[in-house]
């Protein structure tokens, strides 16, 4: 195969279909950044569930030596080992509870170290500050009053969270946007392919003559093919990197410059998983999307 | 080299076949008019030879395959062995008479030095020789139609099939191409012409097949364009 033949067929085929070409690739473009955004969204709700949220629904956090000074429930001192296994036992006793995690303090400040490790809280937090932490997972999500009323205000305990309140909230919130950008994503995707599919018809009928000519003088169906499929590849791949491109605006600017300024207690995505996988799957299917629609248009339209 | 076992082809939603239980052979080195008038089924005959079209009935044998059991993809090195000249030239308008003839070259993977080797020799061979750089538009019919037999001939093809090549043609050019046919013919290519030129086929005294409904009606050596009572 001479590529320099099947290079200047294609460029004189992405010309000839400028308008349809741009076309495809704005389209390719917008579906491709929807899908990376959803992407992003879905790892930024995982990285804030962070890593008792899918195990458990309630926390009860015990008091430690600086809450004994400065929290009201915890008036009466910190929690002593027995309390703890008062508290423990108790649990075990309650029909609403399917399992139990013990977090020691040294282990939340591990995680919290682990967790916060961009963000200027983690230095700013020592070990004596975390607390013990019963973690507890209930057969009944909506059972939390249980626990609540069972331990809210006894000897030992600072405060009881019913952890799905402080963020279900905003999960669902972003939940739903990603439900939003998959059915636009959807929707351009279809424009898309439906682009791609009109600008290779276009693009085979207008050389129909040099494809007439090919077929008859014995060039292999592949060779026949490959002008229109890079054509369509190069596009798609074009509209790909339009769409890293703006991934990467939006993730500079949206969230680096802007919404790390305004809400200090999240932290925010880094340029790790932007980079990989997200920026290769967007380049990789921008080419491919195209390429395979625009074989199985060829099927139908270029008969070889 | 041609080879028809009781050929028939029926087109779908055609009640009458284009082609009824044809039989014939065409050795090396023949050259064979086809005639016959225009429904006849000479077009057929032709596309079941390129295996544009598959038989619906019968064996086809061309340069000794059974095209009924060549796989689609053997298909290209087939047509690489046929040359194929058209009463509408099919010319690239955009390209000039060099690139057109190496065109035909370059899309099945030839080295450019090859190309750059055969391309004026075949030229030459048509009587296009300095004529090289015109575009299509820039020459007579009987001067496009040299480039498409060059075209057709670069490959040294062992079969070349011409459909009424000198349909576009006056009587005086048309001479011309026969001529250039014919020498084709002597250096060992098999010719298989579809014609309605009554002229021509009487002054060549070849084999003559008329196809007449879809049937074969005649066959005759040294033959002419009608029924001599």
Redesign the interface.
């Known amino acids: 195969?001479?590529a320099q033949?099947v290079l200047s067929e294609i460029s004189v085929g992405l010309r000839r279909n400028l308008t349809m070409t741009f076309a495809v690739i704005v389209s390719v473009a917008l579906s491709l950044a929807l899908a990376g955004g959803s992407l992003l969204v879905r790892e930024q709700v995982d990285t804030m569930k962070g890593y008792w949220f899918d195990k458990v629904q309630v926390s009860i956090f015990l008091c430690n030596k600086d809450d004994a000074k400065t929290v009201k429930s915890c008036a009466r001192g910190a929690v002593t080992e027995q309390q703890k296994k008062e508290i423990a036992a108790e649990l075990d006793k309650l029909e609403v509870v399917e399992k139990v995690y013990y977090e020691s303090s040294a282990e939340a400040f591990e995680r919290y170290q682990k967790d916060f490790k961009e963000s200027l809280l983690a230095s700013n937090v020592t070990a004596d500050q975390m607390q013990d932490s019963f973690r507890v997972k209930l057969k009944d999500p909506d059972k939390y009053q249980v626990i609540s009323s069972a331990f809210n205000g006894r000897p030992g305990v600072m405060q009881v969270n019913d952890q799905r309140a402080l963020l279900e909230n905003l999960f669902d919130l972003l939940n739903g946007m990603n439900r939003v950008a998959y059915v636009l994503m959807a929707l351009m995707l279809v424009v898309a392919l439906l682009l791609i599919v009109n600008t290779v018809r276009v693009s085979a009928f207008s050389r129909r003559?040099?494809t007439?000519?090919?077929?008859?003088?014995?060039?292999?169906?592949f060779?026949?093919q490959m002008p229109f499929i890079m054509e369509a590849a190069i596009s798609g791949l074009i509209g790909g990197a339009l769409a890293c491109a703006m991934l990467v605006a939006g993730k500079y600017f949206l969230i680096d410059n802007w919404l790390v300024d305004k809400i200090e207690l999240i932290t925010f995505i880094g340029w790790d998983y932007l980079l990989v996988p997200v920026i290769p799957l967007v380049l990789v299917v921008g080419m491919l999307m195209p390429a395979v629609a625009a074989f199985f248009t060829l099927r139908k339209y270029l008969k070889? | 080299m041609i080879r028809f076992d009781n050929v028939s082809k029926n087109y779908p939603k055609q009640t009458r076949p284009a082609l009824r239980d044809v039989s014939l052979e065409i050795e090396k080195g023949e050259f064979v008019f086809l005639v016959g008038s225009s429904g006849s089924g000479k077009s057929t005959f032709l596309k079941l030879i390129l295996r544009e079209e598959r038989a619906s009935v019968g064996a086809v044998h061309v340069l000794g395959k059974d095209l009924a059991r060549l796989s689609n993809w053997k298909v290209p090195h087939l047509r690489r062995q046929l040359g194929n000249v058209f009463q509408d030239f099919r010319l690239l308008p955009n390209k000039t008479v060099r690139e057109n003839v190496a065109f035909a070259l370059e899309v099945i993977g030839k080295s450019r030095s090859s190309i750059r080797k055969v391309v004026p020799e075949v030229l030459d061979l048509v009587g296009l020789a300095g004529k090289e750089d015109r575009m299509p538009g820039e020459l007579s019919g009987g001067e496009q139609q040299r480039v498409a037999i060059a075209r057709a001939f670069v490959n040294r093809p062992m079969l070349l099939i011409a459909d009424e090549p000198t349909g576009n043609l006056d009587p005086q050019t048309s001479v011309g191409i026969m001529k250039l046919l014919d020498r084709i013919n002597r250096t060992g290519t098999t010719v298989v012409m579809a014609t309605h030129d009554q002229q021509i086929v009487d002054q060549m005294r070849k084999r003559v097949i008329e196809l007449e409904q879809g049937r074969l009606v005649r066959d005759q050596s040294r033959g002419v364009y009608g029924y001599q009572h």
Do not use: D, K, N, T
């Open positions: 195969m001479r033949f003559r040099e007439g000519i090919m077929r008859l003088v014995g060039a292999s169906g060779y026949i070889v």
